[in-house]
C-alpha cells in the first residue's frame, strides 16, 4: 500500500505560477512511477506529467513549457511546478503513484486560475 498527500494548490491569476507537492509513505520503494493528474468539472481525468523510477518524465502537450516535474531528494516526494498559468488549468490535481500495476490516489488538491 502506498498513501500519497498533495499539498500547493490554491487561487492565482492567470499568468502566475503555483508549485503542488506530493508526499508518498508506506511501500515507497514499490513504486514505479508517480504523477499528476487533473479533472476538471464535466471532463475526463488526464494525465499531467510523470516521473518514473529511472527518472523519464512526460508532459501533456497543453502543460509542455510551462509545468515540470520533478523529485526531492528523498525521492518520496514529487513536485509540479506550474508557471504562465492559464485558467484552462483549472481542475482539481491529484498525485498518482504507480506501483506493480496498482494505482494509488491522493486526495487531490484545488487549482483555480482566474483570468
Known amino acids: 500500500q502506498v498513501q500519497l498527500v498533495e499539498s500547493g494548490g490554491g487561487l492565482v491569476q492567470a499568468g502566475g505560477s503555483l508549485r503542488l507537492s506530493c508526499a508518498a509513505s508506506?511501500?515507497?520503494?514499490?513504486?514505479?512511477?508517480m504523477g499528476w493528474y487533473r479533472q476538471a468539472p464535466g471532463k475526463r481525468r488526464e494525465l499531467v506529467a510523470d516521473?518514473?523510477?529511472?527518472?523519464?518524465?512526460r508532459y501533456t502537450d497543453p502543460v509542455k513549457g510551462r509545468f515540470t516535474i520533478s523529485r526531492g531528494k528523498d525521492r518520496n516526494t514529487v513536485y509540479l511546478e506550474m508557471n504562465s498559468l492559464k485558467p484552462e488549468d483549472t481542475a482539481a490535481y491529484l498525485c498518482?503513484?504507480?506501483?506493480?500495476?496498482?494505482?494509488?490516489w491522493g486526495q487531490g488538491t484545488q487549482v483555480t486560475v482566474s483570468s
Open positions: 498518482n503513484a504507480e506501483s506493480y500495476g496498482a494505482d494509488f
Open positions: 508506506g511501500n515507497i520503494d514499490a513504486i514505479n512511477a
Open positions: 516521473i518514473t523510477r529511472g527518472g523519464s518524465t
